[in-house]
């Protein structure tokens, strides 16, 4: 019987697609799994939620429920990075204690920090047309989600195929320059794990951008 090999591997690669509700991460997460060459995961928070057993809690006894499942979810990214999986996080940015999570777990020069972008009002068609979210909860993360300003590389899914954004990823992927946006940005939210080369909102003026042709 052959014995597998147990030492440990590289890190492997977090594409992290950071975007509200309906602004197209899960569609652009399929196309990267069609698209890099690379096995990869595809590990969407919704799925985590999915998992849980369904009971009646309090509203106390939700929130912390929903917050230990947050938790779990960003060590199982970490757990999976580290065993050397290239892993796509689909995730929503709404609220400051997350990034500040990420930023402890994740080794930073090995985070793609994709920022995927929307028009309220096709945010708000999306929404109508679903009709599994509620009305207005992707214009009220809006402000929250992008706060922190700084990105890698962004997307916009107004109008830009999924596949195409999922192209342009890949073809950023090998020459994304150093800092990363990680890296940058720990310093800023004081978790340590950042170099400190590049501080602050304005480093985002200096990020690839994907699919800007839709915003226009």
Known sequence: MTVPDLTAPESGLIV?????SSSGKS?????LLHTLDEPCFHLP???????RSRHELTPDALRATLLRTWRGF??????MAAAGNTVIVDHVLSEPWRLRDCLDL?????VVLVGVRCSPEELARREQSRGDRP?????????????HGIYDIECDTTDTPPEECARQIKEFLPRRPTPTAFERLGPVYGTGRGDGAEQGGTAVRDAAR???????
């Open 210 to 216: 994907v699919g800007t042709e839709g915003r226009r």
């Open 74 to 79: 960003h060590r199982a990214v970490a757990g």
């Open 27 to 31: 569609s652009l997460a399929e196309a």
């Open 45 to 51: 928070v919704d799925a985590f939620h999915r998992m």
């Open 106 to 110: 994740f080794p930073p020069e090995d």
């Open 16 to 20: 992290f697609l950071n975007g509200t």
């Open 135 to 147: 009305l207005g909860l992707a214009a009220g993360q809006l402000a929250q989600v992008h706060a």
